[in-house]
């Protein structure tokens, strides 16, 4: 088993900015794909961001593209969502997620490992 702990989110007014981390620990056997999601109160849970395992590829929904950056960390089996210009719009619960293999980095099923979730509210 992979578990996946999410940490890093809070209380933010709107254009300040966070840093979420994912740390993953367990029987990890590679570099797996991770994803970060977000599901807000009464909505789906929907894409954000994702990157590759191997080529270091990166992808953003429209919605946070220019704002948000993905990195990771392998040798400290970590990955970080840097969240900058923060809108009210991003309030939800974040929730990172890995897979063994993932086809389409924004299809839920694709993923075999979820965290917890870390609430992020965006307010005045």
């Known amino acids: 088993q992979v578990q996946l702990v999410e940490s890093g989110g809070g209380l933010v007014q709107p254009g300040g900015s966070l840093r979420l981390s994912c740390a993953l620990s367990?029987?990890?056997?590679?570099?797996?794909?991770v994803g970060w999601f977000r599901q807000a109160p009464g909505k789906g849970r929907e894409g954000v961001s994702w990157?590759?395992?191997?080529?270091?590829?990166?992808k953003y929904a429209d919605s946070v593209k220019g704002r948000f950056t993905i990195s990771r960390d392998d040798a400290k089996n970590t990955v970080y969502l840097q969240m900058n210009n923060l809108k009210p719009e991003d309030t939800a619960v974040y929730y990172c997620?890995?897979?063994?293999?993932?086809?389409?980095?924004?299809?839920?099923?694709?993923?075999?490992?979820w965290g917890q979730g870390t609430q992020v509210t965006v307010s005045s």
């Open positions: 997620a890995a897979g063994i293999l993932v086809i389409e980095p924004f299809r839920l099923n694709d993923y075999d490992y």
């Open positions: 367990g029987d990890i056997l590679e570099y797996y794909p």
């Open positions: 990157i590759s395992n191997s080529d270091g590829g990166t």
